[in-house]
């Protein structure tokens, strides 16, 4: 089976009176522009209405775990602080 590929995306979603803009990794075949997508929160939800504005040309096989790159780096420069 074939991995999936993920592109980094800039996507915009009207909130209000004003326009919410966010960073996100989607799959390589739902990234292309004016596409409108959902968007998955850190509490499991769905959000939909995010309408992609701008796709990366770089492909990579694994969305980077952005938790651990933070833990690694706090340890390595001693920023942990409890």
């Not at 980094?8 to 409108?36: D, H, N, Y």
């Not at 929160?41 to 790159?69: A, C, L, R, T």
Request: some cysteine; overall charge positive; proline content about 4%.
């Amino acid at each position: 089976m074939a991995k999936k590929k993920y592109k980094q995306c800039t996507l915009t979603r009207p909130e209000g009176s004003g326009i919410m803009k966010q960073v996100a990794w989607i799959p390589s075949g739902f990234a292309s522009m004016g596409r409108i997508v959902k968007i998955k929160q850190d509490d499991g939800s769905w959000v939909g209405g995010w309408e992609i504005v701008g796709v990366g040309s770089n492909e990579i096989d694994e969305v980077p775990d952005i938790n651990k790159m933070i833990r690694g780096h706090r340890k390595n420069t001693g920023d942990s602080l409890k």
